[in-house]
């Protein structure tokens, strides 16, 4: 009985070569042991693999559609696209001890260090359908195949396969990269964040029970490790930490060197909202206070940072009621504020997923109430707090709850979901600019991706952008990482799929050829033989990186028209506003000037009435002087005679002959108080007024 072996000794590319001598691939014609013996989708996946990492991308032309083999072979061999053929050589060998996790033990004994001999890359690449050796006690002969910068595999040494994010080479697919350390406990509903080059994971759920350990995964080795991480009870400067209560629902936000954690479902709920903050270099969590009102406590709401704001949306409170309330907290001041916005809101709902894009608009993209899930897109423009609902072009996602969300510059890339159904198989994007979504890829099966409640980050590693993601609940309770390289490539027209609404979609072109797959005769893979000169893979890529290039320009070009078509039509309602307030300007002009016509007519109004004030006071004056004595009987017949007291000129002319009568009869002493008097009424007086003074005077 031969005793069990494992294969993590045997260093790269010689586990692959026997791996792939194992499955069939390489051996003579005659051998038994061909990839009948694993199922038709496998053996497909295995040959693509194969070619993929001996030959290189597919360049061959799609055979005719009367080969159906030929054409499911070459379909899973192009499929694979640009994919490295170190991470080709990983695959192979992964997919094979998925299938058969005893297959090395089956193998005869190999050589500890066996001598392998690889050529350097030749225009002409002989037939990968060259079989070595069959299997002995050495490995077989490798034949010629190149590395993915073009240097002989020798030269690379075990460098070959590289580690963290490096390992992934090929753009648009999900690939679950190897890790390292101890997973932390599958969940969903949990808090992620990147910072300093590590994805800290905080809570989640699990089997219906909350959690609140803090795993760490190092995104330059890909090694996850978990930090005994403490809550301060009281202050900061509290020497008594304790355990850190246990979450699900809450969002995680780097800030300031530091991770905030936002709200989330607790087993004792609190009345508001509680902010804690995690600091990675005391391994502590304190509570933060804020101030102003903060919003009732709740969990699967929305979490966006837009410049030094945290921006809050929606939700489920402690008691299941579905909010879609918006509110603010300013992370330099720590004070709340809640928003009252105008136009139609987002009807209430959790598990969604919202994007802030050029600092200026707030998206919020689908969710879930108790009964249905939604596939709406809002748009709340924070300059005015008005909501309003885009229209949506290209690929219109169907409804999905427990998606997540990340942005990398004008694109939202999401991911995962359900819809009450089944998980959401496709992995979307949306250009903020154009509101144009596209389709990225998609999964197939219940895989992680498909889950609800995973989580979607982003770092950038060597000047390319990574997605990561991790957790979920598909069924079960998931903790695996994918990784996704974005091409950034516009994927309108060569990824958009034919229709009004996607739904979960996998696309396998392997499985529709399966009946056809079975003509074979002696039913193994046969290799394909391809020219694979220099000059073709130059030509190649030329055209590869030049129409990348037109595309990123056309992408580059309507972002600036669209950005061009906001500031013509904020310069048009400028000129609207700036033609309102000159009009109101002239009519307050006309306003006041009328308010200045009236106002002078009431100076001239006033100035008569003061003068015939003063007229009649010396008439009166004169009249009292003239009836003093003597001649009281005559200059009331004198006035009666002449009108009446009312004519200036009869009261003139009694005083005057009032005072002559009876002038010898004035003492010095009446003399005196008739001349001050005069003087003290005297006061820019009228010309009748100055001339009845006068003859007075005379008169005296």
Known sequence: MATSRTSSGLPYPER???????????GSPGDSTAVSRFQNDVALLLYGLYQQATVGPCTAPKPRAWNPVEQSKWTSWHGLGNMASTEAMRLFVKILEEEEPAWYSRVPQVAEEPSVDVEMFKPKLESASQSTSEIGDSLPEIKTISSENGLPLDMEDKDVIKEGL???????QWVAPPVSGQRPKPRYAHGAAVLHDKMYIFGGNHNGRYLNDLQVLDLKTLSWSRIEAKELAGSLDSSNPASVAPSAGHSLIPWGGKILSIAGHTKDPSEAIIVKEFDPATCLWSNLKTYGKPPISRGGQSVTLVGNTLVIFGGEDAKRSLL??????????????DIDAIGAAPSPRSEHAAACHADQYLLIFGGGSHATCFNDLHMLDLQTMEWSEPEQQGVVPGPRAGHAGITIRENWFIAGGGNNKNGVSETLVLNMATLVWSVVTTVEGRVPLASEGLSLLTNTHKGEDFLLSFGGYNGRYNNEVYVLKPSHVSHSQSRMIDGPESDTIAVDASRDMEPEFEVTQDKKIKEIVVDNGDSEQM?????????????????EKRELEATLDKEQMHTVQLKQELAVAEMKNSELTKELQSVRGQLAAEQSRCF????MLRLMFGMNLAIRLHLGKGGRGRTTAKIAGDGGIGEGSGAASAAEGGLRTGSSKHSATAKLRWRVELACWQWKPSTSCLILVQRLELAC
């Open 16 to 26: 692959f070569y026997v791996a792939a001598a194992y499955a069939g691939f390489g």
């Open 166 to 172: 490096d390992s992934v080479g090929i753009y648009d």
């Open 324 to 337: 879609n309330d918006l509110n603010i907290l300013d992370l330099e001041t720590m004070t709340w504020d």
């Open 539 to 555: 030509s190649v890529s030329n055209k590869e990186t030049i129409g990348h290039l037109v595309e990123t320009l056309d992408a």
């Open 608 to 611: 008569k009435l003061e003068i």
